[in-house]
């Protein structure tokens, strides 16, 4: 069973099922019931048309749900509109329905995590840790959002400001995360570049693409993380790198700065830099200061800390950092960075082992685990 082509295929279906008059939440339910279906029946009976079989295998949940619910009229209807078997037609809906998901009658908040949830395949989980918020009030923030679209016609599409969002955060979790979805945040991203004259849809392409490049550098054969200074920047896509520099200084010369340049520019002064001894760490503060102006987010400030500590020594990102609430994903580990280049072995294993326990992925907790090991054995010498 290629679950794989059914992630793929679920967008279009369920589209297909909002169009014909399915509000959200019931048609989401009916995909997924078809999903299950498909899992039970497809290893034994395999499909000629997969698409075709999970548009009417849907549907006809959807029309199993309304039966318990709505009046005889409306029910004959819905079966009169039922899709003919056969092959259906070829077509990527994925980018109209992270449009339609960003509903006018969401807030961008409830927006971005229900279309997490339902269209980009990431777990509640995933989606809190992306927000900084504990699980269950992220869980409620998606049933509200569920139920605020219920018997609502996706006919309004939302604006482009939330789309972006959600496409930033499904290619963070999967450039860092469990689920390998970057790519495909990559292929969205580039076909709304095409459609849409925006200079943030630019800045959102180039900031992947130049993350994106370094992805062959930042594991070792084992699967171990590489810090970015001590990647082989030989790995690095270089073809990638000069698509995305290009992207950036294009849509810098319109002038009309967003978060997502900014990013796209500290990015670039990283990839373009051809040792890491080399890297201008007093421009990337710079473009630091200016994400906070456009944006007062934690996370950029955490990480402005770290540049801070590399631009004017670590005593100085110290400084930084302990304005900061050190209950932030990945504070621990930032401080023990810091206090290992100011000369303080002790407290950077300590706070290493910290961080380890705190860590969001395994690889993650592994590398943090062997700095610890690495120091505390230095100690012992």
């Not at 793929?8 to 099922?17: A, H, N, Q, Y």
């Not at 980018?95 to 006018?104: R, S």
């Not at 400001?161 to 290619?171: C, D, H, I, Q």
Request: net charge negative; glycine share 6%.
């Amino acid at each position: 069973m290629d679950e794989a082509l059914l992630r793929s295929l679920t967008p279009s279906v369920l589209t297909i099922l909002v169009r014909r008059g399915a509000d959200f939440a019931a048609a989401e339910d009916a995909v997924q019931d078809a999903l299950i279906e498909a899992l039970r029946v497809w290893p034994a009976h395999p499909p000629r048309d997969a698409k075709g079989w999970l548009v009417t295998a849907a549907w006809r949940k959807f029309l199993d749900q309304e039966r318990a619910d709505s009046a005889r009229r409306r029910r004959e209807d819905l079966v009169d509109e039922e899709p003919a078997p056969g092959p259906t037609p070829d077509v990527d809906d994925t980018l109209q329905l992270y449009f339609l998901c960003a509903h006018p009658s969401l807030t961008p908040s409830s927006a971005v995590a229900l279309t997490l949830r339902a269209v980009g395949g990431l777990t509640t989980r995933q989606i809190a840790e992306a927000y900084l918020v504990p699980e269950a009030t992220m869980a409620q923030r998606i049933s509200r959002a569920k139920h605020t679209v219920s018997g609502v016609r996706f006919d309004q599409p939302g604006d482009v400001a939330t789309v972006l969002r959600v496409l930033y955060l499904v290619f963070n979790e999967g450039y860092s995360g469990d689920i390998d979805l970057s790519a495909e945040a990559i292929r969205l991203t580039r076909q709304l570049a095409g459609t849409i004259d925006h200079p943030e849809v630019a800045g959102l392409l180039a900031l992947m693409l130049l993350h994106h490049a370094r992805r062959a550098g930042r594991t070792a054969p084992d699967g171990s993380l590489v810090p970015l200074a001590e990647q082989d920047r030989g790995r690095w896509d270089t073809a990638a790198i000069a698509e995305g520099i290009g992207i950036l200084q294009a849509a810098l010369a319109r002038d009309r700065l967003g978060e997502f340049q900014a990013q796209a520019a500290i990015a670039a002064l990283h990839a373009d830099a051809l040792t890491a001894e080399e890297t201008d760490w007093v421009q990337i503060v710079e473009w630091y200061d200016e994400l906070l102006r456009l944006t007062d987010n934690p996370v950029v400030r955490l990480n402005r800390a770290v540049a801070v500590g590399e631009a004017d020594g670590p005593r100085a990102g110290l400084a930084a950092l302990a304005a900061l609430d050190d209950s932030l994903p990945r504070h621990t580990a930032v401080a023990a960075y810091l206090h290992e280049r100011d000369g303080d072995p002790e407290t950077a294993a300590r706070l290493y082992s910290e961080a380890a326990r705190k860590a969001p992925n395994l690889a993650e907790r592994d590398y943090l685990t062997r700095q610890a090991a690495r120091l505390n054995a230095d100690r012992r010498r």
